[in-house]
């Protein structure tokens, strides 16, 4: 008998995961990754944030879901409204030593509003980034922070919402109060977070009413939430569907594949 060979079929492509960017689990963005490794310089625009880079560090960051550096510090006396808007014109940072506001102070506020707008900036995204090389930004030397270490932050804050509360609706939906016949005791921050709740406010209007980092209000809301407190307010019964131009509907639907995907 005689066998009759037959040509194997060619092997399917392997996609290079290296090449594609996916070059750990911890790897938020493939792009800020590029960069931070070309130590490069300018502005990274996303959907919906801004992240600064300084010789491939964050040394600022910026969101419309996250108050910004001046709302921080003239929320609660540290700056007047003024001396901000003279600093951030001057595009000097000592503008605000001089004002008052003292290094310590201004380290903590910035880190704290970096990690705070970055948080959002480097969301699930269904849009592609895009860099534009420049100079650095005004607040470049106070506090840079490396990607590594940011991505690894963004990624923590992730995991601990989704263990407080998995549903990420009270993010980003107007807010109502639950109000449970025995309503348990909650600590004073929390109970702030809650006097704020009036069916119309989103986690991102009350943060900037408190003058707190929007994240941290997330986790307050997110435990009233697991309490019983709160829920996100139910959209209106109609024939038509959402939006999905909306931000806020589209950002919720890419929270909720990213915490599907942890």
């Keep these: ?15 290079d995961r290296t090449a594609a960017g996916e070059r750990s689990p911890g790897c938020v963005s493939p792009m800020l990754t590029r960069l931070a490794e070309e130590r490069a310089t300018g502005v990274l625009d996303r959907e919906h944030g801004t ?16 108050p910004s550096l001046g709302t921080l510090l003239t929320a609660h006396g540290a700056l007047d409204a003024a001396s901000w808007q003279d600093a951030e014109d001057s595009a000097d940072e000592g503008r605000l030593l001089w004002h008052g506001v003292t290094p310590g102070a201004l380290e903590l506020a910035q880190v704290s509003a970096l990690y705070d707008a970055a948080y959002f ?23 840079p922070v490396p990607v590594a270490d940011l991505e690894r932050e963004t990624l923590r804050r992730r995991a601990l919402l989704c263990r407080i509360w998995p549903d990420p609706a009270t993010d980003v939906a107007p807010l109502i109060r639950a109000d449970p016949v025995s309503a348990p005791a909650v600590p004073s921050r929390q109970a702030a977070v809650l006097e704020q709740v009036d069916g119309v406010r989103r986690a991102t209007d009350i943060a ?4 707190r980092p929007a994240f941290h209000t997330l986790v ?3 435990r009233l939430a697991a309490a019983g407190l709160v829920s996100s307010q139910p959209p209106p019964v109609d024939d038509h569907p959402p939006d999905a131009a909306d931000p806020y509907v589209a950002l919720l639907k890419r929270v909720r594949d990213a915490l599907e995907a942890l």
């Design 1 to 15: 008998m005689t066998v009759v060979g037959t040509t194997p079929p060619p092997r399917l492509p392997v996609r």
């Design 51 to 66: 992240l600064y880079l300084a010789e491939g560090r964050v040394v600022h960051a910026e969101s419309p879901l996250a």
């Design 121 to 143: 900036a480097l969301a699930p995204s269904s849009t592609p980034g895009r860099f534009r090389y420049g100079t650095a930004h005004w607040l470049a030397s106070v506090h």
């Design 208 to 211: 900037r009413e408190l003058g």
């Design 220 to 222: 307050h809301i997110r």
